[in-house]
């Protein structure tokens, strides 16, 4: 492997190559919902994807999710990829402004870090000349106080397929604690806060470019890498993190569908951070 060949490997996925991760560990039901562990994975996961479709057709209006969505978040997706080559490759401000409202910090940092370990000289252009379709390939779904799922031992976190619930800690043991004080407790958690994040699978050609003007002046071949190919490019799209979460909804329109005065933000690509999620979970 060249130097050049080293950044991509770590922050951009080749045609060719395998998804980082080929089979997501979904996490399995909790004691309190373990009836759900009956059902096939597959079916489950169908269940945890059609909650998560029907909480944000609600909150951002069925005519919004997931038809629109979807088009919105390909053609975003392309505009965004624009701009981050030429962040990449320039690093002005103006494309920076416009990254930092597109992009997580998360990502963004991890991008701009690992550019920094490339010759600064370098140009980067990565490009979607062609789109062929997007779907729904999860909704995750996170609903709770932030505090909950900061080691908090006051309260408790239960996971399933791509649900988490942070609620306060019961008062008394699972055994002592009726179904209606069980019942309460959750449900005042789930509208302390909300967060979503979809993971949009674009059918794309997909080209990325490595060149070098040094190399092109010297009459040598300025282009380093060059990969282009049709495959799934998966984008993570996130909402920011209602609390509480009804501040999801700023209003009602005349046709009664949801006001939205939030942006989504590409969180993830072709889960670079879900899978060194992962690897610090394990």
């Known amino acids: 492997m060249t130097f050049y060949n080293i950044w991509f490997h770590i922050a951009w996925l080749l045609s060719k190559e395998e998804p980082r991760i080929p089979s997501y560990p979904y996490p399995s039901a909790p004691s309190m919902w373990s009836l759900l562990n009956y059902l096939p994975a597959f079916a489950q996961r169908e269940m945890s994807k059609y909650l998560g479709t029907r909480m944000l057709r609600l909150n951002t209006g069925f005519s919004y999710f997931p038809e629109q969505f979807l088009i919105g978040a390909s053609l975003a997706t392309r505009k965004a990829l624009e701009t981050l080559s030429e962040d990449l490759t320039m690093g002005n401000k103006e494309s920076s402004e416009k990254l930092e409202s597109t992009f997580s910090l998360a990502l963004l940092q991890k991008l701009r870090d690992t550019r920094k370990e490339m010759d600064p000289n370098l140009n980067i252009d990565i490009s979607i000349p062609q789109i062929y379709d997007a779907t729904i390939k999860d909704v995750w779904i996170t609903l ?10 006051q309260f408790e976190v239960m996971q399933w397929m791509t649900l988490t619930v942070g ?13 209606s004080d069980y019942r309460g407790r959750v449900a005042k958690g789930l509208m302390d806060g909300a967060h979503f994040k979809v993971d949009v699978e674009i059918d794309a050609d997909v080209e990325y470019t490595v060149s070098s003007p040094k190399l092109q002046e010297a009459g040598d071949a300025d282009v380093l890498i060059h990969d282009r190919g049709r495959r799934p490019l998966i984008i993570s799209l996130e909402t920011p993190y209602f609390e509480p979460a009804d501040r999801m909804v700023a209003g009602r329109d005349e046709n009664d569908e949801p006001i939205m005065d939030w942006n989504w933000r590409i969180a993830d690509i072709d889960q670079l951070l879900a899978k060194e999620a992962l690897e610090n979970e394990s």
């Open 144 to 153: 709770g106080t932030p505090r909950a799922f900061e080691n908090n031992r």
């Open 167 to 179: 609620v306060k800690a019961a008062k008394h043991s699972e055994d002592e604690e009726n179904f």
